[in-house]
């Protein structure tokens, strides 16, 4: 049985990266956005 | 009739219905409801329909052709546009959101020349940009509705300017009638249609051809450049192919109907998960139509149209009303592209109209001139497609790359590069417009790797001759 040829795999990795990325890049965001558990409130 | 006619005709009165609904319940008194529906459409909408809306033609046509014709070589387009959508969503989304209501910008010709307002450029700007949208959005609707023509031709046995009347006259109807909240809410249910035939296709396909491993054997035997990411090429044809494909990709950084989300999302806070969503979905439907496309070439030989493979496929391998689902998916990729176009045209002339007519036209006047243009642009395509002047291929690559150019490019500039000047921008638009234009006729397999160097040139050179360090400069 042929497969598809490493160049193709790849690529296709490639594709499925790029909304991993978007995912991690939006996680980083929220961290950023929402304060640390720990910090008191300024009162 | 068949149960394949029924849950068509079914999906175009739920269609037809949203208009009608919109049309009823939107309290649409100002263009910016109509246009925008008020910048406030959550996350998930906002990311389904842009997908939706930029879907189009191109996945279950143009793109299952390529994947036909020449096999897998398409993923570099693939991996290249979900890059320039990342780059999108997290570099020019958030500050154009905030910019657009801080200057109350409706489109993004508007937003480039409400930027520099204050000078004879922003107009000229809205002048040549709502020409550049005019003439690019026109072409894209065309080629929408042959794409339309196309399927229900193959699907329902229509006469080919039937069908590109059907289509026509319903995306029309619910467009004019509901406004951006229609095109926004057809394209959620378009979306999730896309997403269905997106699965169920390449599946049935493959299981039909034998199952995975069979489809590979099959395809290699064809032809075996057909799962190969080089296409058979090296060296500096490879290049120039590689090149082509990057500079057509680079088309989705100024899509007007997509932009449009961004002004229209509730918050630019919303834009981060958003892009998570819309990536998924691109990924799936850049990726899928190929192996569509060389599912079609194993079951019906190179001698079947190309670019109806997915259509074949439709009326061979479903029950007719599972076929009526699909199609209604396919054909709402089609629609929810044109509803779409025809809001962001329509939207450019009407400001363009008010801009210069000042404060003596009422925003009844403006609404119904608004309405009145959806109906014209759609008309215009409905036109076009009867004239039929190339493949749907090519017609959406030249009016991608076009928009591209002329109204992504002078955008990402103003967000991303604080010395972009009204001046560049103008010239950005006009180059843009003329540089495609021309070079369709001139060079029409490479046009896009002349005009983007061109563009970016002008842009660059032209920002750092006008710019003055005191203030944004026309």
Request: hydrophobic share 55%; proline share 4%; with cysteine.
């Amino acid at each position: 049985m042929n497969g598809l040829p490493p160049d193709t795999w790849l690529v296709l990795l490639g594709i499925l990266m790029v909304p991993l990325l978007g995912y991690g890049l939006y996680r980083l965001e929220v961290a950023r956005r929402s304060p640390p558990d720990d910090a008191a409130p300024d009162t | 009739m068949t149960g394949l006619h029924l849950t068509f005709g079914l999906f175009l009165l739920v269609l037809l219905g949203i208009g009608a609904y919109f049309y009823r319940t939107t309290d649409a008194r100002r263009l910016a409801d109509y246009m925008l529906a008020g910048r406030d459409v959550g996350t998930w909408p906002i990311a389904i329909s842009e997908v939706a809306s930029v879907a189009s033609g191109w996945t279950f046509f143009a793109w299952v052709g390529v994947g036909f014709t020449t096999g897998l070589h398409g993923l570099w387009f693939s991996l290249a546009m979900l890059l320039v959508i990342l780059f999108m969503y997290r570099y020019v989304g958030p500050p154009f959101r905030r910019a657009s209501q801080a200057l109350n910008s409706q489109t993004v010709v508007d937003h480039l020349a409400l930027t520099f307002r204050s000078t004879a450029t922003g107009a000229a700007i809205r002048w040549v940009g709502t020409v550049a949208v005019v003439v690019f959005m026109i072409s894209y609707v065309g080629a929408q509705l042959i794409a339309v023509g196309e399927a229900l031709g193959t699907a329902l046995d229509l006469p080919y300017v039937a069908a590109v009347l059907t289509g026509g006259m319903a995306v029309a109807v619910y467009t004019t009638l509901g406004g951006f909240s229609a095109s926004v809410w057809t394209d959620v249910v378009q979306g999730v249609l896309v997403l269905i035939a997106a699965l169920l296709l390449p599946i049935a396909a493959i299981a039909s051809v034998g199952g995975w491993g069979v489809f590979l054997d099959e395809a290699a035997a064809i032809d075996p450049t057909l799962l190969s990411s080089t296409g058979g090429m090296g060296g500096g044809a490879l290049v120039v192919a590689l090149l082509a494909w990057l500079t057509f990709a680079m088309g989705a950084i100024g899509q007007p109907h997509a932009l449009m989300r961004f002004q229209a999302i509730r918050s630019d806070t919303l834009i981060s998960k958003a892009a998570v969503i819309a990536l998924c979905f691109q990924a799936l439907r850049l990726t899928v139509p190929l192996f569509i496309g060389i599912a079609g070439r194993v079951l019906y030989g190179a001698g079947a149209a190309p670019e109806s493979a997915a259509m074949l496929m439709l009326a061979d391998l479903f029950p007719p009303w599972l076929a009526g689902v699909l199609l209604a998916g396919i054909i709402g990729a089609i629609l929810s592209t044109s509803d779409s176009m025809m809001i962001v045209a329509s939207a450019d002339l009407t400001t363009l109209y008010r801009r210069q007519a000042g404060t003596q036209v009422t925003e009844g006047t403006v609404l119904r001139l608004g309405r009145l243009m959806v109906a014209g642009v759609a008309a215009l395509g409905v036109g076009l497609a009867l004239w039929r002047p190339g493949t749907i291929f090519d017609i959406i690559e030249f009016a991608f790359v076009g928009l591209g150019v002329t109204v992504g490019l002078p955008l990402a500039a103003l967000m991303c590069w604080t010395r972009t000047t009204g001046t560049a921008v103008l010239a950005t638009v006009g180059v843009g417009l003329v540089g495609t234009t021309a070079n369709l006729y001139l060079l029409p397999d490479l046009f896009p790797i002349f005009v983007w160097p061109l563009a970016f040139a002008v842009l660059i050179g032209t920002s750092l001759m006008t710019y003055e360090p005191t203030g944004r400069s026309a």
